[in-house]
Structures are given as C-alpha cells and as structure tokens.
C-alpha cells in the first residue's frame, strides 16, 4: 500500500512542471487527495487539494492562480501542474490520501492518512 509522488526535478523561475500522484494497492477514486509540500528547515505546508469527484478544489494563497490539482479516476492518478514557479516553490512536494467523507479544512495534515514518499522540485533563479 503506497503513494508515490513524481514528476519533480529543476527548472528555471517561471517554468512549469506537473506532479503526479500514482497508488498501488490503495484506492484514489472515493476520496480526497492532497498535495503538500515541505522546504528544508520548515513544517509541512498545505498547497492545494481536490474531493472525490473533481468538483470542489482548494488551494493554498501562495499558490493560488499557478497551480491546479486535477484527478483521473479511471487511472487512480492525481496530478498538479504547476506554473509560473518561483524560488519560494523550491520543496519536497507529496501526496495524501484523506477522507472519503466532506471535511471542512482540506488543509489540515491531520486529515490525511496515507502519504507518499516525496519528490523534490528545485527553483533556480
């Protein structure tokens, strides 16, 4: 049972790269899906997370406008693609699995049980 986040790597201010949640052995499809992220020497932050069906999508301020989480059921993938990067952007992105049920803070670390093993996207000025 395991989350495996991918798609990260270095890339110039401003560029773009797109993230990619693959499970195995653990179903995406009925429940929340998460993307956070940690910076060396700071706490896990929220970045942006999408419900069961695609239809509710949140996302933190710093992110908001750049990044967009999106879902294919069907592939039990969750992706984010993610735009106009800054330095600020610079982390270890994961993925996590929450509820199958509405919550209220889709940005509480709390809520989500399952992570994945990170992958690391680099900003370069």
């Known amino acids: 049972v395991q989350l495996q986040a991918s798609g990260g790597g270095l890339v110039q201010a401003g560029g773009s790269l797109r993230l990619s949640c693959a499970a195995s052995?653990?179903?995406?499809?009925?429940?929340?899906v998460g993307w956070f992220r940690q910076a060396p020497g700071k706490e896990r932050e929220f970045v942006a997370a999408?419900?069961?069906?695609?239809?509710?999508?949140v996302y933190a301020d710093s992110v908001k406008g750049r990044f967009t989480i999106s879902r294919d059921n069907a592939k039990n993938m969750v992706y984010l693609q993610m735009n106009s990067l800054k330095n600020a952007d610079t982390a270890v992105y994961y993925c996590a699995r929450g509820p199958y049920y509405r919550i209220s803070d889709y940005s509480a670390v709390r809520q989500y049980e399952y992570w994945g093993q990170g992958t690391l996207v680099t900003v370069s000025s």
């Open positions: 999408i419900d069961w069906s695609g239809d509710t999508t």
């Open positions: 052995g653990l179903i995406l499809s009925n429940y929340i």
